[in-house]
Nanobody
Framework: QVQLVESGGGLVQPGGSLRLSCAASGSIFSINAMHWYRQAPGKQRELVAI???????NYADSVKGRFTISRDNAKNTVYLQMNSLKPEDTAVYYC??????????????WGQGTQVTVSS
């Protein structure tokens, strides 16, 4: 069974930095795109960043120039480096992967989420 496990969230002051990690494990045959989403209280979940299997990236306008998504294909891990954090970045951050297990076809998998709080 495939699992995505996020880590690296926490409390940080405005202007600070955090690095989120998301490791996929289990019977993984291949991973296509990997994403980071976030959901703030009372708001819909929104796409923050995407990285393809080839390393192409795209970002939400609200985080461009501050956040960087990267991945280590050998470790089935995606990262989100978050710099110059603002209070409006406060949310639960979720990783998502389009992947194929050995015994099944392609599917959409989610992590459990990690809380990021930006506050003084």
């Amino acid at each position: 069974q495939v699992q995505l496990v996020e880590s690296g969230g926490g409390l940080v002051q405005p202007g600070g930095s955090l690095r989120l990690s998301c490791a996929a494990s289990g019977s993984i045959f291949s991973i296509n795109a990997m994403h980071w989403y976030r959901q703030a209280p009372g708001k819909q979940r929104e796409l923050v960043a995407i990285i393809t299997s080839g390393g192409s990236t795209n970002y939400a306008d609200s985080v461009k120039g501050r956040f960087t998504i990267s991945r280590d294909n050998a470790k089935n891990t995606v990262y989100l480096q978050m710099n110059s954090l603002k209070p409006e970045d406060t949310a639960v951050y979720y990783c998502n992967a389009d992947l194929r297990e050995f015994d099944t076809g392609w599917g959409d998998y989610w992590g459990q989420g990690t809380q990021v709080t930006v506050s003084s």
